[in-house]
T-cell receptor, first 109, second 114 residues
Framework: GQNIDQPTEMTATEGAIVQINCTYQ??????LFWYQQHAGEAPTFLSY??LDGLEEKGRFSSFLSRSKGYSYLLLKELQMKDSASYLC??????????WGAGTKLIIKP | GAGVSQSPSNKVTEKGKDVELRCDPI?????LYWYRQSLGQGLEFLIY????????KSGLPSDRFSAERTGGSVSTLTIQRTQQEDSAVYLC????????????FGQGTRLTVV
């Protein structure tokens, strides 16, 4: 079956760095997405990786290793507004999005 | 429209009643997804429409659930004989389709079955 694994919850301190891991086992691979979802709101797109390596976008970076079925989202200079759930999703061979359950990130002052 | 629009935003219904949820995707988006999300949980895939292809209905939890997409645009998700376990937020997303493009989500319909 298809499976996306992420930690359920993580806690970090304002101003620090946090890395959220995602491992996947899917039928084929056509890209990996990270989304941010604040409580009570819809998910919003953060990043997309299809080739191995690091994609940097401001304070957020996303890394992919296809051979390991592994990605991480790196958040730097954490702000209180970064408190949210972070969802990892993989597009499989049918271009279907397979979603992880999300990682709830709690930022403390 | 500017974004994905869903209606109603909130729906409270009695157990056993039918409900219809509507999604207006972004104009020109050929791919449309329906998801269900319970409190504190991840996204549960329901159904996927891509252009004129037959929809992927593999995520529909029972035959009480059905969805249509008319004219390749607006979609309706119908739940018949609602049960309390159907209570959740129903999210619709659309994308340009094809190889890359991210999905854009609507604000969801919060369904409460009492």
């Amino acid at each position: 079956g298809q499976n996306i694994d992420q930690p359920t919850e993580m806690t970090a301190t304002e101003g620090a760095i946090v890395q959220i891991n995602c491992t996947y086992q899917t039928s084929g691979f056509n890209g990996l997405f990270w989304y941010q979802q604040h409580a009570g709101e819809a998910p919003t797109f953060l990043s997309y990786n299809v080739l191995d390596g690091l994609e940097e976008k401001g304070r957020f970076s996303s890394f992919l290793s296809r051979s390991k079925g592994y990605s991480y989202l790196l958040l730097k200079e954490l702000q209180m507004k970064d408190s949210a759930s972070y969802l990892c999703a993989v597009r499989d061979s049918n271009y279907q999005l397979i979603w992880g359950a999300g990682t709830k990130l709690i930022i403390k002052p | 429209g500017a974004g994905v629009s869903q209606s109603p935003s909130n729906k409270v219904t009695e157990k056993g009643k039918d409900v219809e949820l509507r999604c207006d995707p972004i104009s020109g988006h050929t791919a449309l997804y329906w998801y269900r999300q319970s409190l504190g949980q991840g996204l549960e895939f329901l159904i996927y429409f891509q252009g004129n292809s037959a929809p992927d209905k593999s995520g529909l939890p029972s035959d009480r659930f059905s969805a249509e997409r008319t004219g390749g645009s607006v979609s309706t998700l119908t739940i018949q004989r609602t049960q309390q376990e159907d209570s959740a937020v129903y999210l619709c997303a659309s994308s340009l389709g094809g190889f890359i493009t991210e999905a854009f989500f609507g604000q969801g319909t919060r369904l409460t079955v009492v």
